[in-house]
């Protein structure tokens, strides 16, 4: 059976990516126009390619503590090459980290109203992907400025009005003013730009792997080997300890 393909192709020597030659696109498109071009077939418009830009920037860094930072950095500090940590990173992303894009989208650009959307995860006790944060318990400033650099950029509003309207239903249902975070407001915003759902986990990863790859450059740098947790950050809650003499 073949493998078939619409994103590119190697025609006399020259690869073409989604019609237009590579090497046409070198120096004229910006990284983020050609990631446009590889995921949607065709040029961003201009207030479409500030607006991906944003998006990426807001996913690039968020600190030491959060698990794929982290966990990369372990990866490194036991004696592995770059794309193994690198790997480690990504792996440690889930539902939980970075991956509620995803979800949030799902539902963003289902049929579903956002009582019925709001309803369905408060009977199931599921947190609903988009909402809450660690840090940020009132607004997360991420969300506001994505969503002003949207307004700015004249962007259609239909995801974004929809993820408010989630915001104020959660807050009317659970009586918690649950804040829409950074992973709601990218799923927001990458759905009025015409992504799909599914680009959700990938749209994280795209936007985290700089942050990512200077954690483990870093690591690399200025750390000495073999990364340990300090006893004073495990609690022993197992059998108590006694002598045995096995015979
Ligand atoms: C990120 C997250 C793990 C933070 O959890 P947390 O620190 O326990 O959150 P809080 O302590 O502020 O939660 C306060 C209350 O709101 C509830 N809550 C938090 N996030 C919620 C959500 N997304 N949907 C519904 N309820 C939520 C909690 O269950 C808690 O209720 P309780 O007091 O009755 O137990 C959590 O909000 C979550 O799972 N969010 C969905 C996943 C997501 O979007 N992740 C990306 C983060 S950038």
Same mark, same amino acid.
Request: no cysteine; glycine share 30%; net charge positive.
């Given at each position: 059976m073949k493998w078939r393909t619409a994103i590119s192709v190697q025609k006399d020597g020259e690869l073409y990516m989604r019609g237009v030659r590579l090497v046409d696109l070198?120096?004229?498109?910006s990284f983020v126009e050609a990631i446009f071009l590889a995921l949607q077939g065709r040029f961003p418009k201009k207030n479409e390619t500030k607006m991906l830009d944003a998006v990426f920037v807001s996913l690039i860094e968020h600190g030491i503590e959060v698990p794929s930072a982290f966990v990369a950095r372990s990866v490194a500090s036991t004696g592995n090459s770059a794309n193994a940590a690198i790997a480690a990173g990504v792996l440690a992303m889930g539902d939980f980290h970075g991956g509620a894009i995803e979800g949030a989208a799902r539902y963003l650009q289902s049929k579903e109203t956002p009582r019925g959307i709001v309803a369905q995860a408060l009977k199931n006790k599921e947190?609903?992907?988009g909402f809450g944060h660690k840090v940020y318990k009132t607004e997360d400033p991420r969300t506001h400025a994505l969503f002003e650099k949207a307004r700015e950029l004249k962007l259609p509003q239909t995801y974004i009005m929809r993820a408010r309207a989630i915001e104020r239903e959660l807050k009317r249902a659970? #009586?918690? =003013?649950?804040p829409l975070n950074i992973d709601g407001a990218v799923a927001a915003v990458m759905s009025e730009l #015409?992504? =799909?759902?599914?680009l959700g986990k990938p749209f994280f990863i795209l936007g985290r792997l700089p942050g990512l790859i200077a954690h483990i450059e870093e690591e690399y740098q200025n750390e000495k080997p073999y990364r340990r947790l300090d006893s004073e950050d495990v609690e022993y809650v197992g059998l108590p300890i006694k002598k045995h003499n096995h015979k």
């Open positions: 070198i120096g004229k498109a947190h609903l992907p659970s #009586g918690n =003013g649950i #015409g992504f =799909g759902w599914r």
